[in-house]
Nanobody, 124 residues
Framework: QVQLVESGGGLVQAGGSLRLSCAAS????????MGWFRQTPGEEREFVAA???????YYADSVKGRFTISRDNVKNMVYLEMNSVKLEATAVYYC??????????????????WGQGTQVTVSS
């Protein structure tokens, strides 16, 4: 049973920084792509960042240059470092992984397992 548990969310001022963590368990973690998505009420789940087993990274244009995704395969952790956060970053952030290789990384339907989410609120 794959489990993903996010942590690190909270209240941050605009322009500040926050680091989200995702602890993975239940299977071999290092061989699969990990992703971060976010969602606000009434909106579709939105791609934020992903990292492949090769450590190649991908980012949404809206966070490129400010957010950094990384992984620690020994600890089965994936992180999202959020810098210079903007008000529009307020959302529930979800960690995700998948059971098999796929070509794309930015679609929610390309992931099979999700965490419960962690709330990030950016204040002005």
């Amino acid at each position: 049973q794959v489990q993903l548990v996010e942590s690190g969310g909270g209240l941050v001022q605009a322009g500040g920084s926050l680091r989200l963590s995702c602890a993975a368990s239940g299977r071999t973690f290092s061989t699969h792509t990990m992703g971060w998505f976010r969602q606000t009420p009434g909106e579709e789940r939105e791609f934020v960042a992903a990292i492949r087993s090769s450590d190649r990274t991908y980012y949404a244009d809206s966070v490129k240059g400010r957010f950094t995704i990384s992984r620690d395969n020994v600890k089965n952790m994936v992180y999202l470092e959020m810098n210079s956060v903007k008000l529009e970053a307020t959302a529930v952030y979800y960690c995700a992984t998948r059971s098999r290789a796929r070509a794309g990384v930015s679609g929610p339907d390309e992931y099979d397992y999700w965490g419960q989410g962690t709330q990030v609120t950016v204040s002005s």
